[in-house]
């Protein structure tokens, strides 16, 4: 009999303790956190569509192409992931990210005009070719290694 006491007790001030809370969420829907959720989600609608408006594109880019400082910045990244890093013991991640490499060289060589044989080439010939490219890239003015190397 006594635990029953307890057990009616203890959801009699569960439910005392939990009334306020339970009104303030239904009687203030800014408490439930949905209408900031909603207007949250709306504000990241706009601020991207703003973004995609501001964007400043070179008229002479075809849409979807990046820019030559994203092209860089991609080259500088990857060429330090094809150095060091997991890439080493893993050769799936090698592979892809040679493949992500020699396609970024690509697109900056068609970019600045730079003429490039990369795509029928394996193995050390394909390795030379990346040589020249790059040291042709960089002769264009396109600086994607430190100085250092």
Not at 31 to 42: M, S
Not at 82 to 109: F, H, I, K, N
Request: charged letters at 30%.
């Amino acid at each position: 009999m006594a635990i029953a006491h307890i057990a009616v007790l203890s959801a009699a001030l569960s439910a005392l303790l939990m009334l306020p809370c339970a009104a303030a969420a239904v009687l203030d829907p800014e408490a439930r956190g949905l209408r900031r959720l909603i207007t949250r989600r709306r504000d990241d609608r706009s601020l991207r569509r703003l973004d995609r408006t501001l964007q400043v594109r070179d008229p002479a880019t075809p849409r979807g192409v990046p820019s030559i400082e994203q092209l860089a910045y991609d080259l500088r990244r990857l060429d330090r992931q094809r150095r060091s890093g997991p890439t080493r013991c893993s050769e799936v991640w090698l592979a892809a990210v040679m493949s992500a490499y020699d396609a970024r060289l690509q697109l900056a060589c068609r970019r600045l005009g730079v003429p490039e044989h990369l795509q029928p080439l394996e193995g050390v010939d394909r390795e030379l070719e990346r040589l020249r490219v790059e040291h042709q890239l960089q002769a264009a003015g396109l600086s994607f290694r430190p100085e250092a190397d």
